[in-house]
């Protein structure tokens, strides 16, 4: 039992780096967004809103990746909770439960990160819109 728990600790320590991850980054799509935005704003160049769209766009894309690699650790997770302790390899390969998942788009389109990424979009959008209004009347 003490392999098994061994590689279940060591699985889990992955799921929890890329949770953190996928936290970071969050947190920097906001901050870089915010940042154009304000570049914007003070020095009357609307050039830096559409610049906001990039990180928001590549964030996003990156949270989906950290949020499908931690499904593929969360299924090989729950694959060594099932197999025998002598089968027990401790390998860290996530090939053979990567069809399990939805796969990294399943993941960037998933429930809990469209909303997120999705109203960071919005946001953009309603700034650039409300900034061409402004220039132009």
Known sequence: MEKKTKHLEMIQGIINRLSTNSFLLK?????????????????????FIYLAYIPAFVFWGLDGYFLWEEQKFRKLYDHVRDIDESAINFSMDTTSVAGETGGWIGATISKTLVPFHGVLIVAIIVVMLLSRASEGG
């Open 27 to 47: 947190g920097w799509s906001v901050v870089l967004v915010s940042a154009l935005f304000a570049l914007s704003a003070s020095g009357s160049n609307l050039s």
